[in-house]
């Protein structure tokens, strides 16, 4: 798994510093020449802190820096997070009370003294550099126990005069004090150990998840900082989904790249430079893409044929909020030559419907056995004017009656003359290739607006893939926080975009849906029963993570369920098919 940048805690300091954002008033400092071994990067609620040798309560309002010999207290439902010099993150829940007795840092030694006192409510710490064993210390302390972490994650709760010790990603050690003085246990993780108030220690315990998750929630505090969620990304809120998918033999990204898959445009907080897949090739495309209208952009368009010629075009700049919407047109889209142009078997017996138009459309075929047309197919996601539809419910020797379906990006909707078709065999169409090309012709790539919404728009003299660089600046006199205040910006990806849209923009060739189930509609009365074990879009569409885990799995292809399960799950009959 991905480890977190070190020296996050400088970074932060000096930018709180630079901003003017941390809280140095004459009251709140120690010393002037004092720098805070802890920075307070979120909160909620009401949450204070004691100076050493002070009872004066001082508020936290903001980004307050912590010092030796203070102490952090939290009231009933409030929480505090915290930053520290080692980049160390605490957690404290709600009714807690935490004082630093020592928070020193050799990093010419690699060696660390820490020294924590918990007198109340719960802590989490999740502690990610790594020290030199000789010399270096973390210990956290209460009136029973005295805690040292021996791994990276680890929670403490007070319950009635017991205290909890949980370890969640590592070992922890616990040694009791008081009237028990001396005994000590070694916490495995995922295993949980109780003392009581006198200090005696019980056998550690399988941590169940009910009461992990009740232990999440007293420790649990959302991300209020920007910093924050930039340098830790998906981690400062799912770090718990990081290590279930850390564990698994087959994972679907190494590179941790969520965005890609769960963010509309993928262009989130702590991400503004992104590459776009167009793995659909066509003459002429048209591509929506989510913008920040208070942001710049650049963009690049790299494109590209299956023998591995390309083009680049030049680059272009575009602020959303100033572009003017294009005109629209009542002209519907002119839809030509809709043939079936190969038959071939995979899993199922695929059809390949093809037909142009003379403007970018999104397309569908529909067809049916009778007059009506019951079912239909989705093309491209994207706008385009060559169309290639890939059918696998047409059974052999039935014939069946289908027309094209195009909508340009103003409404504008055309339906072709239908045609009829009966399939019996496998067949390719003859191409007429002709001779190849020795170079691309790329036209004109430019920023379109359409309904408020921004596309880009490229063509070439042949039908080709595409890569975009899209780089997003944000202009200096727009206030981040309009954009930050949803850390999703600008969206999450609903059910369908996320389990088949995405992963069609990466997996889109013959050589990943030759041999997929058909996805999308499924006409579950006459063949198939639902199964409940297995994710269907709005209860009832294939989509590819039906059958395939999103992050990871033990078994091959990513797959939930061996080969012969997945199959009989929703096919009772098997020996029908």
């Known amino acids: 798994m991905k480890k977190i940048k070190k020296f996050i805690f400088l970074s932060v300091l000096?930018?709180?510093?630079?901003?003017?954002?941390?809280?140095?008033?004459?009251?709140?400092?120690?010393?002037?020449?004092?720098?805070?071994?802890?920075v307070i990067?979120?909160?909620?609620?009401?949450?204070?802190?004691?100076?050493?040798?002070?009872?004066?309560?001082?508020?936290?309002?903001?980004?307050?820096?912590?010092?030796?010999?203070?102490?952090?207290?939290?009231?009933?439902?409030?929480?505090?997070?915290?930053?520290?010099?080692?980049?160390?993150?605490?957690?404290?829940?709600?009714?807690?009370?935490?004082?630093?007795?020592?928070?020193?840092?050799?990093?010419?030694?690699?060696?660390?003294?820490?020294?924590?006192?918990?007198?109340?409510?719960?802590?989490?710490?999740?502690?990610?550099?790594?020290?030199?064993?000789?010399?270096?210390?973390?210990k956290v302390e209460t009136g029973t126990a005295v805690v040292t972490p021996k791994g990276t994650d680890f929670i403490m709760s007070s319950v009635g005069d017991n205290l909890e010790v949980a370890a969640i990603h590592g070992n922890v050690d616990v040694v009791g004090a008081g009237l028990s003085d001396g005994s000590e246990v070694k916490v495995a993780e995922g295993y949980i150990t109780t003392v009581d108030h006198k200090g005696k220690i019980t056998k550690p315990g399988r941590l169940g998840q009910a009461k992990l998750d009740s232990l999440f929630v007293m420790t649990k505090l959302p991300v209020?900082?920007?910093?924050?969620?930039?340098?830790?990304?998906?981690?400062?809120?799912?770090?718990?989904?990081?290590?279930?998918?850390?564990?698994f033999a087959f994972k679907h990204s190494e590179t941790e790249q969520c965005s890609m898959c769960h963010i509309k445009g993928a262009l989130n907080a702590g991400e503004r430079d992104k590459s776009i897949q167009v793995n659909y090739p066509s003459s002429d495309?048209?591509?929506?893409?989510?913008?920040?209208?208070?942001?710049?952009?650049?963009?690049?368009?790299?494109?590209?044929?299956?023998?591995?010629?390309?083009?680049?075009?030049?680059?272009?700049?575009?602020?959303?909020?100033?572009?003017?919407?294009?005109?629209?047109?009542?002209?519907?889209?002119?839809?030509?030559?809709?043939?079936?142009?190969e038959v071939k078997r995979g899993v199922f017996?695929?059809?390949?419907?093809?037909?142009?138009?003379?403007?970018?459309?999104?397309?569908?075929?529909?067809?049916?056995?009778?007059?009506?047309?019951?079912?239909?197919?989705?093309?491209?996601?994207?706008?385009?004017?060559?169309?290639?539809?890939?059918?696998?419910?047409?059974?052999?020797?039935?014939?069946?009656?289908?027309?094209?379906?195009?909508?340009?990006?103003?409404?504008?909707v055309a339906v072709s003359e239908p045609i009829k078709v009966r399939i019996n065999k496998p067949f390719m169409d003859e191409q007429d290739e002709g001779e190849m090309p020795d170079e691309i012709v790329l036209g004109n790539f430019n920023v379109i607006k359409v309904g408020g919404k921004i596309a880009l728009?490229?063509?070439?003299?042949?039908?080709?893939?595409?890569?975009?660089?899209?780089?997003?600046?944000?202009?200096?006199?727009?206030?981040?926080?309009?954009?930050?205040?949803?850390?999703?910006?600008?969206?999450?990806?609903?059910?369908?975009?996320?389990?088949?849209?995405?992963?069609?923009?990466?997996h889109s060739g013959d050589e990943h849906m030759g041999v997929s189930h058909p996805l999308g509609s499924v006409d579950w009365d006459k063949v198939a029963v639902k199964f409940r074990g297995l994710p269907l879009g709005g209860g009832s569409e294939m989509m590819c993570s039906t059958c395939h885990e999103s992050h990871g799995s033990n078994r091959g292809f990513m797959l939930r369920r061996s080969k012969e399960d997945l199959c009989s799950a929703c096919h009772k009959k098997r020996k029908q098919f």
């Not at 630079?18 to 120690?30: K, Q």
């Not at 005109?327 to 043939?339: A, F, N, Q, R, Y």
């Not at 600046?473 to 999703?488: C, M």
């Not at 975009?497 to 069609?504: F, I, N, P, V, W």
Request: with cysteine.
């Open 14 to 38: 000096c930018a709180f510093v630079a901003s003017g954002n941390l809280f140095f008033s004459s009251a709140a400092v120690a010393a002037e020449d004092e720098l805070p071994v802890a």
């Open 41 to 138: 990067v979120a909160y909620k609620g009401e949450v204070y802190l004691y100076r050493d040798g002070s009872e004066k309560k001082i508020p936290v309002r903001g980004p307050e820096g912590i010092y030796l010999k203070d102490t952090i207290v939290t009231n009933p439902e409030a929480g505090v997070k915290i930053l520290a010099k080692d980049d160390s993150i605490i957690t404290l829940g709600a009714d807690s009370a935490l004082k630093v007795n020592a928070y020193d840092i050799n990093e010419g030694l690699k060696q660390r003294v820490v020294l924590l006192r918990l007198t109340g409510g719960s802590l989490r710490a999740i502690v990610h550099r790594a020290f030199n064993k000789e010399g270096s210390i973390f």
């Open 224 to 247: 209020t900082m920007p910093f924050e969620l930039a340098l830790q990304g998906c981690q400062a809120c799912h770090l718990d989904m990081f290590k279930v998918v850390d564990n």
């Open 285 to 341: 495309n048209i591509l929506f893409i989510d913008t920040n209208p208070y942001s710049e952009y650049s963009a690049v368009v790299t494109v590209m044929d299956d023998t591995g010629l390309e083009a680049v075009s030049d680059k272009i700049e575009f602020v959303a909020r100033d572009m003017k919407e294009e005109p629209g047109e009542d002209k519907e889209p002119v839809i030509t030559g809709l043939k079936v142009s």
């Open 349 to 412: 017996l695929t059809t390949v419907l093809t037909w142009k138009t003379d403007e970018p459309a999104l397309s569908m075929v529909e067809f049916g056995t009778k007059d009506g047309y019951e079912f239909s197919v989705k093309a491209s996601g994207h706008y385009v004017t060559d169309h290639r539809v890939s059918v696998d419910r047409f059974k052999v020797g039935k014939k069946y009656n289908l027309r094209a379906v195009s909508e340009d990006v103003f409404g504008n």
């Open 457 to 506: 728009r490229w063509s070439s003299d042949i039908r080709t893939m595409a890569s975009i660089h899209l780089v997003e600046k944000a202009e200096e006199e727009s206030d981040d926080r309009v954009a930050l205040k949803d850390k999703h910006a600008p969206g999450l990806r609903n059910e369908m975009e996320t389990g088949l849209a995405s992963c069609q923009e990466c």
